[in-house]
C-alpha cells in the first residue's frame, strides 16, 4: 500500500475516532528504514502517536539502540512520540531484564523527552520486574 494511503487512512481514523485514537508503528530491527520514512509522513500530517522499535528481532547493543533512537529523531519524530520495544528472554536476540535497564538508562541519558517502552509479550519469566524496574527508568 502506499504511504499516502497509509496517512490517508489514519489521518482519517483520527478525524473519525477522535484525540484518543491512537496511530502507532511497531517495526522490528530489520525494516526500519522503511517504517522511518512513513513515521516522517505520518507525523508531518500530525497522525502519529508513537514509533516503538522492538529491539530483539537481532543482537542489539544499547549503543545501537540508542544510535537508532537518534534517526528518528534526525527524521524529525519528536522525542515525546518515540518508545522502546523490548522482549526479556534468554535468547541471543533477546535482553535479560538487567540489559533492558542498561540500554534504556543510556537512551534517557541522551534522549530524556523519550515517551516510553513496552514488552513485547508478557507471558515471560522476568514481566513483572520488568515492569517494576522500567517504569522507573522511564518515569526518571
Not at 17 to 33: C, Y
Not at 53 to 59: A, E, G, P, R, T
Not at 67 to 91: C, F, N, Y
Not at 108 to 135: C, D, F, M, Q, V
Amino acid at each position: 500500500m502506499p504511504e499516502s494511503d497509509v496517512v490517508w487512512i489514519s489521518t482519517r481514523l483520527k478525524e473519525l475516532r477522535g484525540a484518543r485514537f491512537a496511530v502507532t508503528l511497531a517495526p522490528n530491527g530489520s525494516n526500519i528504514d522503511s517504517y522511518r520514512h512513513l513515521a516522517t509522513h505520518l507525523n508531518d500530517a500530525d497522525a502519529l502517536d508513537m514509533i516503538g522499535q522492538q529491539f530483539y528481532d537481532d543482537v542489539v547493543t544499547p549503543e545501537v539502540a540508542v544510535s537508532r533512537v537518534g534517526q528518528l529523531v534526525a527524521d524529525g519524530i519528536p522525542q515525546s512520540k518515540i518508545g522502546v520495544g523490548m522482549m526479556v528472554g534468554d535468547g541471543d536476540t533477546y535482553w535479560t531484564v538487567e540489559e533492558c535497564v542498561t540500554a534504556v538508562e543510556r537512551i534517557k541519558a541522551t534522549y530524556p523527552g523519550i515517551r516510553g517502552g513496552y514488552l513485547w509479550e508478557a507471558s515471560r519469566a522476568g514481566t513483572s520486574e520488568w515492569s517494576e524496574r522500567l517504569s522507573e527508568v522511564l518515569r526518571g
